[in-house]
C-alpha cells in the first residue's frame, strides 16, 4: 500500500506544472518571463543573430503576452525585445541603424510620417559595451519605451512608431530571417 501511494505522490508531483525555465543563448541567460505594470509577457523565443557569418553580434530574445500569435506580433499588443551585445557599438551606429532599417520595413510616406519619433528614440541611445543589454518594450497606449541594463532611457509614444522599430527584427524585410523566426519560437 505504502509502494502504491508512493507511485502515486510521484506521478502527481510529475504532472504539475512547472515554472518556465529561463533560456540562455551563448551564454546569455533570459527569464521566462517579464512583467510590466499591467501585463506577464512571456519568453517567445530567443537566438544568436552573426554578423557575416563568423561574428557573434548579439543574442535577442522576444517576450509576448500570454497566448500572443506569431500573426499578431506587430499588432498593438504589448511586446518586449531584449538583446545583449558582444561587442561595443556607439550611439550614432545606433540611430543610423535604426534610421536604416525602419526604412526598410515602412513606404517613404510613411517614414516621413514617423521620422519624428524615430529620431526621438535615436537621442535616447548611448554606447555600449560587450555585456550590455538593450530592451525595447512596447504597451499599448504608452509607446516604445527604451531601456539600459534595467535602467528606462526614455518612452517614445505612437503605435506606429512601435510596429515600425519592432518590424526591425519581426517585419517583412527583418535584419535576419532566421532571427525572426527563432524569436518567434518557429523552427528555421
Not at 544568436?48 to 500570454?66: E, S, T
Not at 519592432?166 to 523566426?181: N, R, T, Y
Request: aromatic residues 8%.
Amino acid at each position: 500500500m505504502r509502494k502504491i501511494a508512493c507511485v502515486l505522490l510521484a506521478g502527481w508531483i510529475a504532472a504539475l506544472p512547472t515554472p518556465a525555465a529561463a533560456r540562455v543563448v551563448e551564454g546569455v541567460r533570459f527569464s521566462p518571463a517579464v512583467e510590466l505594470e499591467n501585463a506577464r509577457l512571456e519568453l517567445a523565443g530567443a537566438a544568436l543573430l552573426r554578423w557575416k557569418v563568423f561574428v557573434r553580434a548579439y543574442v535577442a530574445a522576444l517576450y509576448l503576452g500570454a497566448g500572443a500569435r506569431p500573426e499578431d506580433v506587430l499588432g498593438d499588443v504589448p511586446k518586449r525585445i531584449e538583446i545583449e551585445y558582444f561587442h561595443a557599438i556607439d550611439a550614432e551606429a545606433f540611430a543610423r541603424i535604426t534610421r536604416d532599417r525602419v526604412r526598410v520595413n515602412v513606404s517613404a510616406a510613411e517614414y516621413e510620417r514617423l521620422r519624428p519619433g524615430v529620431e526621438a528614440l535615436n537621442r535616447l541611445y548611448r554606447d555600449v559595451a560587450p555585456g550590455d543589454r538593450y530592451a525595447l518594450t512596447y504597451v499599448p497606449g504608452t509607446g516604445t519605451t527604451l531601456s539600459k541594463n534595467g535602467e528606462s532611457l526614455g518612452t517614445v509614444p505612437g503605435a506606429d512608431l512601435g510596429r515600425a522599430l519592432f518590424a526591425i527584427w519581426l517585419g517583412e524585410e527583418p535584419v535576419d530571417a532566421g532571427l525572426k523566426q527563432a524569436l518567434l519560437g518557429q523552427s528555421a
